[in-house]
């Protein structure tokens, strides 16, 4: 049975108790080409790092 993706809101939501260092460390345990991100992981803001992870999880979902 296909699942339906969570609105935008409740990914944000999901992420939104990860700190900042725990949302780097994870955005690092993917397998990606980083020189697709707007910056280092290490300099990449709360925003960017949310987005990102948004992003990842719907290629994974």
């Known amino acids: 049975m296909p699942t339906r ?5 409740a990914q944000v939501d999901r992420w939104s108790e990860f ?7 994870l955005l690092r345990s993917y397998p990606i080409d980083r020189r697709s ?3 280092p992981i ?4 709360r925003e960017e790092l949310l987005e990102a992870q948004m992003q990842l999880a719907a290629l994974v979902t």
Do not use: K
């Not at 993706?5 to 809101?9: E, L, Q, S, T």
């Not at 290490?42 to 803001?45: A, G, K, N």
């Open 5 to 9: 993706a969570a609105p935008a809101g």
């Open 19 to 25: 700190s900042v260092v725990e949302l780097r460390a």
């Open 37 to 39: 991100l707007p910056a």
């Open 42 to 45: 290490e300099l990449l803001r």
